[in-house]
């Protein structure tokens, strides 16, 4: 792919990444509707109104791509030579309850070929982003993952599984994620602890049970 193109579809990532968090924050503490989807798994409505505002913008410039998003149904995912993989609301629980501390996260790929990827918190106006071939930033700096390689240095970051037995391998992890490092927490947003790596602010990141919209 050129890189004209290129730049084009992160652009376009990035406004709808940035839009969306706009949203997200008009109608933080305001689900509209609570949808169970499993045990301690839910989705809002405000949640499927921010990711509506993410594919509109998506397909106005792209409308031959496919979407994969968290909040549809799976007989609703479209296939395309490039398929749009949309979180809208990253950190559900957080967002629900009022804590601004919540990610949009949009990647796009081709077949199995992931191009790019932005993640965007916008209680913080921080906006991760990376495309294939040009680098990994925050806003307009390139991101560098921490020089520290001592155990008793190491901040580790982890969330919590919604499903029971995920759950419960995920406490039974806590003696040996921790062992030596220094401090081991969880944050809400998986995809805010995976870019917290690749920034540095964290040594290591681990969950027992991503799904492929939450990387």
């Not at 990035?14 to 798994?41: C, F, H, T, V, W």
């Not at 969330?159 to 029971?164: H, I, R, T």
Request: hydrophobic fraction near 40%.
């Amino acid at each position: 792919m050129d890189d004209q193109r290129s730049a084009k579809l992160m652009n376009t990532a990035m406004n709808a990444a940035r839009e969306g968090g706009k949203l997200a924050l008009s109608l933080l503490g305001q689900p509209g509707y609570i949808r169970q989807k499993g045990p301690k798994d839910f989705a809002t409505g405000s949640a499927v109104e921010v990711q509506n505002l993410i594919r509109e913008i998506l397909l106005r410039d792209f409308p031959q791509h496919g979407i994969l998003a968290e909040e549809d149904p799976p007989d609703q995912v479209t296939e395309g030579e490039f398929q749009w993989i949309i979180d809208p609301i990253d950190g559900t629980t957080n967002y629900h309850r009022r804590v601004p501390f919540f990610a949009i996260s949009i990647a796009l790929r081709r077949g199995q070929e992931y191009l790019l990827g932005v993640v965007y918190d916008p209680s913080r106006d921080d906006l991760f982003h990376a495309r294939r071939g040009h680098g990994a930033f925050l806003n307009d700096s390139l991101l560098q993952v921490s020089t520290k390689v001592e155990a008793y240095e190491s901040f580790i970051g982890t969330d919590w599984p919604s499903a029971p037995l995920d759950r419960e391998n995920s406490i039974r992890s806590i003696p040996v994620a921790m062992g030596d490092a220094l401090s081991l927490r969880t944050f809400g947003s998986p995809a805010l602890g995976i870019c917290y790596v690749a920034a540095g602010y964290l040594e290591a990141y681990y969950h027992l049970a991503l799904k492929l919209w939450d990387v």
